[in-house]
């Protein structure tokens, strides 16, 4: 029998408990908004006080299910089933954690490893509750041979700051990919310069993924030296880590030489939109101007606007973008099409500039 058809057997039980349209409700704005708080925590920069309402909304959902307790699980299976997504999952993996339900907990680490591009749901439900509550199934995960469930355990260590201690070690040779790469960046975050030996013999690495953390890591405990080449070639291939890159780069300085390094990416088409959006991360808030410049070039412009929030918070709110690209010009129509980002509209910057006095 379906999710579905078991929601249509009569139950007064639960129909006395639970009001079924509102409990259903409440599984799908919980799911809902934590993906939104994902996607918005993925941006860059991220705009953290809408992060904070959107998981304000969030924790109201989740206290409601609290309340309904085993009586939600018809209506978490039923979303799961028509849309196995992240935030599903992620609902799915909370409530069985919140009840301590073995079977559901083994339940949404097999939905995971099923899809495991969607496998960050459940790391995420991992990481929303708190370090004493996940702490008996991460210590038994850790040391697992299960690979998938070492690198939940690793996960969850990560985004709670939790050190593993000797287990690190072995961690970061272990067999599977992404549990080394998510080690390595778990000794960076808790600077354990006791594993620089083990953190810089990661750079040999044919794996992408643990050759970056590894040089993050080495630059996150004062290695530098040896972080900066991994670094920089991860920049220049422009690939899904680039930005983590470019930022490890920037921390590393110095800043004149930082800049100029830039200025040698901003020759390349290729790169160019990288060094716009490096050029924001060094904090520097008399470039104005020139950011406006490059917001005229369609190719540019989104790396500008991401440059102009992270110099300038303040501008979140000054209705400075559009997400319409024929608005700005025929050339951002050709470029973006009809459903382009959030674009910066360079009039508006600059009107704006000056209204504050960023400008002359």
Request: charged share 25%; hydrophobic share 50%.
């Given at each position: 029998m379906?999710?579905?058809?078991?929601?249509n057997?009569?139950?007064?039980?639960?129909?006395?408990?639970?009001?079924?349209?509102?409990?259903?409700?409440?599984?799908?704005?919980?799911?809902?908004?934590?993906?939104?708080?994902?996607?918005l925590?993925?941006?860059?920069?991220?705009?953290?006080?809408?992060i904070?309402?959107v998981?304000?909304?969030?924790?109201?959902?989740?206290?409601?299910l609290?309340?309904?307790?085993p009586?939600?699980?018809?209506?978490?299976i039923?979303?799961?089933?028509?849309?196995?997504?992240?935030?599903?999952?992620?609902?799915?993996?909370?409530?069985?954690i919140?009840?301590?339900d073995?079977?559901?907990?083994?339940?949404?680490v097999?939905?995971?490893?099923?899809?495991?591009?969607?496998?960050?749901?459940l790391?995420?439900?991992?990481a929303?509750h708190?370090?004493k509550?996940?702490?008996?199934?991460?210590?038994?995960?850790?040391?697992s041979?299960?690979?998938?469930?070492r690198?939940?355990?690793?996960?969850?260590?990560?985004?709670?700051?939790?050190?593993?201690?000797?287990?690190?070690?072995?961690?970061?040779?272990?067999?599977d990919?992404r549990?080394?790469?998510?080690?390595?960046?778990?000794?960076?975050k808790?600077?354990?310069a006791?594993?620089?030996?083990?953190?810089?013999?990661?750079?040999?690495?044919?794996?992408?993924?643990?050759?970056?953390?590894?040089?993050?890591?080495?630059?996150?405990?004062?290695?530098?030296?040896?972080?900066?080449?991994e670094?920089?070639?991860?920049?220049?291939?422009?690939?899904?880590?680039?930005?983590t890159?470019?930022?490890?780069?920037?921390?590393?300085?110095p800043?004149?030489?930082?800049?100029?390094?830039?200025?040698?990416l901003?020759?390349?088409?290729?790169t160019?939109?990288?060094?716009?959006r490096?050029?924001?991360?060094?904090g520097?808030?008399?470039?104005l101007?020139?950011?406006?410049?490059?917001?005229?070039?369609?190719?540019?412009a989104?790396?500008a606007?991401s440059?102009?929030?992270?110099?300038?918070?303040?501008?979140?709110?000054?209705?400075l973008?559009?997400?319409?690209?024929?608005?700005?010009?025929?050339?951002?129509?050709?470029?973006?099409?009809?459903?382009?980002?959030?674009?910066?509209?360079?009039?508006?910057?600059?009107?704006?500039?000056?209204a504050?006095?960023?400008?002359?």
């Amino acid at each position: 029998m379906t999710a579905a058809a078991r929601l249509n057997q009569p139950d007064i039980t639960v129909q006395k408990q639970i009001v079924p349209d509102i409990v259903r409700q409440h599984v799908e704005q919980a799911a809902f908004f934590w993906a939104q708080r994902d996607m918005l925590a993925a941006e860059e920069p991220p705009d953290e006080k809408v992060i904070a309402g959107v998981d304000r909304r969030l924790e109201a959902n989740l206290d409601a299910l609290r309340i309904a307790g085993p009586a939600a699980w018809p209506f978490i299976i039923a979303a799961y089933e028509d849309f196995p997504e992240e935030g599903e999952l992620f609902l799915y993996g909370w409530v069985a954690i919140e009840q301590t339900d073995g079977r559901r907990i083994l339940e949404a680490v097999e939905l995971a490893r099923a899809r495991e591009d969607e496998a960050r749901g459940l790391v995420g439900a991992l990481a929303w509750h708190q370090a004493k509550t996940i702490g008996p199934l991460v210590r038994n995960w850790i040391a697992s041979k299960d690979e998938f469930k070492r690198y939940l355990a690793v996960a969850a260590c990560l985004d709670h700051g939790v050190d593993p201690k000797d287990l690190l070690v072995r961690l970061i040779r272990d067999p599977d990919v992404r549990v080394r790469a998510t080690s390595l960046r778990l000794a960076g975050k808790l600077k354990r310069a006791d594993l620089v030996r083990e953190i810089a013999a990661a750079l040999e690495s044919q794996d992408e993924p643990v050759r970056l953390w590894s040089a993050w890591a080495l630059n996150e405990l004062g290695f530098a030296i040896l972080a900066q080449p991994e670094l920089q070639k991860q920049v220049l291939a422009n690939g899904p880590n680039a930005m983590t890159a470019l930022r490890a780069i920037v921390k590393i300085g110095p800043d004149k030489d930082v800049r100029t390094w830039m200025g040698g990416l901003l020759k390349s088409p290729d790169t160019a939109p990288l060094a716009v959006r490096g050029a924001g991360m060094l904090g520097d808030r008399t470039i104005l101007n020139w950011l406006i410049h490059q917001m005229r070039n369609p190719a540019l412009a989104v790396a500008a606007g991401s440059a102009l929030l992270e110099l300038f918070p303040e501008a979140r709110d000054a209705d400075l973008f559009t997400l319409d690209p024929a608005e700005i010009g025929q050339a951002f129509k050709e470029y973006f099409g009809d459903f382009g980002p959030n674009v910066p509209v360079a009039d508006r910057v600059m009107a704006w500039g000056r209204a504050t006095a960023l400008l002359a």
